[in-house]
């Protein structure tokens, strides 16, 4: 049996690779342009890469508005926002050891400053405001006489807000500060003009913008590479940044994604702008409902919005038709709620039923529609399934018992309803509130309550539910609340009925 696929709107975590990329880096790969290494410029095959290379690299520089020579290859933004954030940092480490950033950044930049810190460097991580947006007063608050460089993105990957860089970027630049943004979501989904903005640096991803995956470049402001060191070192190729023999074929479709993206941009971008507009109205009359980053310039392509009374892994299981993130795809193995959400002053509970919409060049109006429907009934479901969809828990009878455990703003929420008569558990019913296990296994147990009296009323342990319905262990602990619960009813059940 095959599962019919599910409809893709994780644009933000990665794009689909356009047909005409794919087919440029076929050809580049099965042809006479595959074979040399670019290096090897003493014949034909290795002149034949380094041209191919070099149209493409013409092409990457043109979606920024870069000259040629300003472009280096590396591996993705991650490696470019490496090399950027290290190799500024120690480059420039005799001039000053302080450098700015901010909260929101991606773990790319994230986990290099952090290791700068290790060597020595101070670090300033500035907040958001409850927009998104960092505001270039507090930038220049935190400039030192002693900060060497600022790293500000210009898009954020999980709610899609523009920053002002262009005024961020003018206060490093009075100050002689190097000044690096993560463009990994905005190139290719708003024009960018490296020349115009006083920027130094800039990481850019062939993945994010229809190309393949393992491709990017960090643009370097002539001028600023005398303020750079490498962080690999090997045959000097990229003017000594990043040295390695150059994936012809990868770079090939990255300069093919990138020529299909410069052209397209204009008309995409109002088409997208479009869809997000739908999106928004489609599930905004759901009521309960946040866009985050509201306020705040954001890119078409990305919708990111929260859900009162519902939980964000029960929301994701639900829409098994849909292929979405909560939080950023980096992050969302785990159940911790987006730092970035936090950081924007959303509480835990609202962090964690986000959802993370981002849609692209496939995208169509009834991909869209199809998305709305889908939340829309995943949405109403849970938030039915919640103890919060009716009244607190008293009995409506004599012959109820009501327990509970948990509650709202908790992880976790349950409250059982049992009918009650001859010391029995005539039926059942449930109302809970937290992860898939959490409501699976509170639906298993009520369907089990049925004959039971008050003293046996747990139809087992949680480890024995845990082992039924293969909750790994870590959740263990959620399924307790579920047991508490039962206790809950136990203490409530009346001496006489
Ligand atoms: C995707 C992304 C990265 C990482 O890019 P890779 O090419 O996957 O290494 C870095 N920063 C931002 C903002 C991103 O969205």
Not at 114 to 130: H, I, Q
Not at 132 to 156: K, W, Y
């Amino acid at each position: 049996m095959t599962v019919p696929e599910p409809l893709y709107l994780d644009y933000a975590a990665t794009t689909p690779v356009d047909p005409a990329v794919a087919a440029a880096m076929g050809s580049c790969l099965a042809g006479p342009d595959g074979i040399g290494n670019a290096s090897s410029i003493t014949h034909f095959f290795g002149r034949r890469a380094a041209e191919r290379i070099e149209r493409a690299r013409g092409e990457v520089a043109a979606l920024i508005g870069a000259a040629p020579g300003e472009i280096v290859f590396t591996s993705g933004a991650t490696e470019s926002d490496n090399l950027a954030v290290l190799g500024a940092a120690r480059a420039n480490a005799h001039r000053g050891r302080h450098i700015v950033s901010s909260r929101i950044e991606h773990k790319a930049v994230l986990d290099p400053v952090k290791r700068l810190e290790k060597e020595g460097f101070a670090v300033t991580l500035l907040p958001p405001d409850r927009s998104g947006r960092i505001d270039p007063n507090i930038v220049s608050a935190a400039l030192r006489a002693d900060t060497v460089l600022v790293s500000i993105m210009l898009v954020n990957n999980e709610i899609g807000v523009i920053q002002d860089i262009a005024s961020i970027g003018d206060l490093c630049r009075a100050r002689g500060v190097l000044f690096h943004s993560d463009a990994a979501q905005a190139a290719g989904r708003i024009p960018i003009d490296v020349h115009a903005l006083p920027v130094d640096l800039m990481s850019i991803t062939a993945h994010k913008l229809y190309g393949p995956k393992g491709i990017g470049a960090l643009y370097v402001r002539s001028g600023a590479r005398a303020r750079l060191q490498p962080i690999v070192f090997g045959g000097g190729q990229e003017n000594g940044l990043r040295p390695g023999t150059l994936p012809t074929h990868q770079i090939a479709g990255f300069g093919v994604a990138c020529d299909i993206a410069r052209r397209s941009l204009g008309a995409e971008g109002a088409r997208l702008a479009g869809l997000r507009e739908r999106l928004w109205q489609g599930l905004a009359s759901l009521g309960g409902v946040h866009a985050n980053g509201e306020g705040a310039p954001c890119v078409p392509g990305i919708l990111n919005v929260s859900f009162e009374g519902v939980e964000g892994e029960s929301l994701v299981a639900g829409l098994c038709e849909l292929a979405v993130s909560t939080g950023s795809a980096c992050n969302s193995a785990s159940a911790e709620p987006s730092y970035v959400l936090r950081a924007l002053g959303r509480d835990t509970q609202v962090a964690q039923s986000s959802l993370r919409l981002s849609f692209g060049r496939f995208s169509l109006p009834q991909h869209i529609d199809v998305a709305v429907e889908a939340i829309r009934r995943e949405v109403t479901r849970l938030r039915a399934l919640s103890p919060a969809s009716e009244p607190a828990g008293a009995p409506s009878s004599p012959a109820q018992v009501v327990g509970e455990a948990g509650g709202p703003g908790r992880e976790v929420w349950i409250r059982f309803r049992l009918s009650i008569g001859d010391g029995l558990v005539k039926a059942a019913l449930f109302k809970a509130y937290g992860c898939p296990h959490t409501l699976a296994v509170a639906a298993w147990v009520a369907e089990r309550l049925r004959g039971r009296g008050r003293a046996d009323l747990a139809p087992g342990t949680p480890a024995e539910w845990a082992e039924a319905l293969a909750v790994p262990v870590e959740k263990l602990g959620r399924l307790l609340v579920v047991e508490d619960a039962l206790a809950d009813c136990a203490r409530h059940w009346p001496e006489r009925e």
